[in-house]
Nanobody, 132 residues
Framework: QVQLVESGGGLVQPGGSLRLSCAAS????????ILWFRQAPGKEREGVSC????????YYADSQKGRFTISRDNAKNTVYLQMNNLRPEDTATYYC?????????????????????????WGQGTLVTVSA
């Protein structure tokens, strides 16, 4: 079974950037879509971005469009989340996961990633704190 490990979190000032990585081991990585979601203390989890197995299609939640970019390198069994122009409200623990449904079904008809997803596998998370 695929195991996922996130890294790259940290403390950053508003307007700054971070790149998160999700490294996979076991299983056949390029068979799976990968979802990034986040959860802030006391809040529900929310979808951030999703990338198809081939990397050909990407989805974002409305609040991340234009600021975040998801990518994957199947040769390195790694998915990345480049986060630019970070805001204090982006503070959360970020997780990568294998969702039970394809990205397109999580995104819905509008093409914006929703918070309605179930997970097969997820990592331990990496904390992102955006603060001056």
């Amino acid at each position: 079974q695929v195991q996922l490990v996130e890294s790259g979190g940290g403390l950053v000032q508003p307007g700054g950037s971070l790149r998160l990585s999700c490294a996979a081991s076991g299983g056949t990585f390029d068979d799976y879509a990968i979802l990034w979601f986040r959860q802030a203390p006391g809040k529900e989890r929310e979808g951030v971005s999703c990338i198809t197995a081939s990397g050909g299609t990407k989805y974002y939640a409305d609040s991340q469009k234009g600021r975040f970019t998801i990518s994957r390198d199947n040769a390195k069994n790694t998915v990345y989340l480049q986060m630019n122009n970070l805001r204090p409200e982006d503070t959360a623990t970020y997780y990568c996961a294998i969702p039970t449904k394809p990205c397109t079904l999580i995104a819905g008809s509008r093409g914006s990633l929703s918070d309605r997803f179930d997970l097969e596998v997820w990592g331990q998370g990496t904390l992102v704190t955006v603060s001056a």
